[in-house]
T-cell receptor, first 112, second 115 residues
Framework: EAGVTQFPSHSVIEKGQTVTLRCDPI?????LYWYRRVMGKEIKFLLH????????ESGMPNNRFLAERTGGTYSTLKVQPAELEDSGVYFC??????????FGSGTRLTVV | AQKITQTQPGMFVQEKEAVTLDCTYDTSDPSYGLFWYKQPSSGEMIFLIYQGSYDQQNATEGRYSLNFQKARKSANLVISASQLGDSAMYFC????????????FGKGTHLIIQP
């Protein structure tokens, strides 16, 4: 089966611009998660979807971040406007249940 | 609040030796799960092994085993007969019923297997 797919794999944008990251979970996985790793820090949970509903968005840093999962399939994470501190690797993961999340390869975002 | 501590930023190990990667955790929830992930240089996060807080036996998956010591809040990963391909970052993580839905990660251990 295809794994979790994220694109782009890399993105370099200027401060103040908008970037949209996309995640395609494994087919049939209702649970979809977004995480972020800022350089030198731990990987941090951002939010969790069950199908198209946001179950937990306690990790979202601020209102410049907007995640959507229309139709319960793929998800997007938009950063608008991007700031320098948003640079990092954004991971998406999916799972059919509470355990064993499968991660994508991540999107490396650089804000300059 | 949940916390994962990995005290070994980096390790060098000779090929074919066994490796123990340390992980301690902190949570007030009685129900939780512990996970280990491997991140090779290519960047993807690979799920290795899972241990539930109520599991009586230590989890094993091929060459990976989890040394779960509940009283000490310790969940060390043991890799038997290490191989060059085991060189990677290793992350310990946990999830509990009363916490956020996502995983709480440690800072990771960079393992390098030497021939």
């Amino acid at each position: 089966e295809a794994g979790v797919t994220q694109f782009p794999s890399h993105s370099v944008i200027e401060k103040g611009q908008t970037v949209t990251l996309r995640c395609d979970p494994i087919s049939g996985h209702d649970n979809l998660y977004w995480y972020r790793r800022v350089m030198g820090k731990e990987i941090k949970f951002l939010l969790h979807f069950v199908k198209e509903s946001k179950q937990d968005e306690s990790g979202m840093p601020n209102n410049r971040f907007l995640a959507e999962r229309t139709g319960g399939t793929y998800s997007t994470l938009k950063v608008q406007p991007a700031e320098l501190e948003d640079s990092g690797v954004y991971f998406c993961a999916s799972s059919p249940s509470w355990t064993g999340e499968t991660f994508g390869s991540g999107t490396r975002l650089t804000v300059v | 609040a949940q916390k994962i501590t990995q005290t070994q930023p980096g390790m060098f190990v000779q090929e074919k030796e066994a490796v123990t990667l340390d992980c301690t955790y902190d949570t007030s929830d009685p129900s939780y799960g512990l996970f280990w992930y491997k991140q090779p240089s290519s960047g993807e996060m690979i799920f290795l092994i899972y241990q539930g807080s109520y599991d009586q036996q230590n989890a094993t998956e091929g060459r990976y085993s989890l040394n779960f010591q509940k009283a000490r809040k310790s969940a060390n990963l043991v890799i038997s007969a290490s191989q060059l391909g085991d060189s990677a970052m290793y992350f310990c993580a946990m999830k509990s019923g009363g916490g956020a839905d996502g995983l709480t990660f440690g800072k990771g251990t960079h393992l390098i297997i030497q021939p």
